[in-house]
């Protein structure tokens, strides 16, 4: 199968979920934040992440970073093409931003979940700066609750923290966690 029918099959796969199309309307009009989106779509975070990876991999949303939030909104001139004019090969599919990310997220993250943690280290930082988005910038969270949270995502909580502050996008001390300032996600 070609390659551009491959891409043309993602497109119709990201909104192919009621959750991404719910994501599509909140973001239709104006930018928000994964966690905000969570609350509003009553999702846990790392559903919501999975679901938006989705939608960045077709090239269906943009997003960018706003000091501590990564804030997300759709791809309208994306979303705005004529569907029989993709399926024809009249128009060409939208594209990510960011294919490799996309590739990566796709690979490891399955329906909101960690399948394994990469071993090759520029994949395994894609996937910890997607997981520290969970995160909540300048809040500080008791371990319990990194666990919990990271628990949701990855059975293996303990690497998952390690190599977290390892990276520096959270960090630590005396037991309580927090996603520093100037950590880059992306």
């Known amino acids: 199968m070609s390659t551009d029918l491959t891409t043309r099959a993602a497109l119709f796969r990201a909104l192919s979920h009621p959750a991404r199309l719910g994501l599509l309307r909140l973001i239709w009009t104006q930018e928000a934040s994964g966690?905000?989106?969570?609350?509003?779509m009553n999702l846990a975070p790392a559903t919501v992440s999975h679901h938006l990876?989705?939608?960045?991999?077709?090239g269906l949303i943009?997003?960018?970073?706003?000091?501590?939030?990564?804030?997300?909104?759709a791809q309208t001139a994306a979303l705005?093409?004529?569907?029989?004019?993709?399926v024809r090969g009249a128009a060409p599919p939208p594209q990510s931003a960011d294919p490799y990310r996309d590739r990566v997220l796709r690979a490891f993250l399955k329906g909101g979940r960690l399948?394994?943690?990469?071993?090759?280290?520029?994949?395994?930082d894609v996937i910890l700066r997607e997981l520290a988005g969970l995160f909540e910038p300048g809040r500080q969270y008791p371990e319990r609750e990194v666990n919990a949270v990271?628990?949701?995502?990855?059975?293996d909580v303990f690497t998952l923290r390690r190599e977290l502050v390892g990276l520096?996008?959270?960090?630590r001390?005396?037991?309580?966690?927090?996603?520093?300032?100037?950590?880059?996600?992306e």
């Not at 705005?80 to 993709?86: P, W």
């Not at 520096?168 to 960090?171: E, I, K, S, T, W």
């Open 168 to 171: 520096g996008v959270l960090a």
């Open 150 to 155: 990271l628990g949701e995502v990855y059975g």
């Open 35 to 40: 966690d905000a989106l969570a609350r509003l």
């Open 115 to 124: 399948s394994t943690l990469p071993a090759q280290r520029k994949k395994r």
């Open 173 to 185: 001390e005396a037991g309580v966690y927090w996603r520093p300032a100037m950590a880059p996600l």
């Open 53 to 58: 990876a989705q939608l960045a991999g077709a």
């Open 62 to 73: 943009t997003t960018r970073q706003d000091g501590h939030h990564r804030l997300h909104r």
């Open 80 to 86: 705005n093409l004529n569907l029989g004019d993709v």
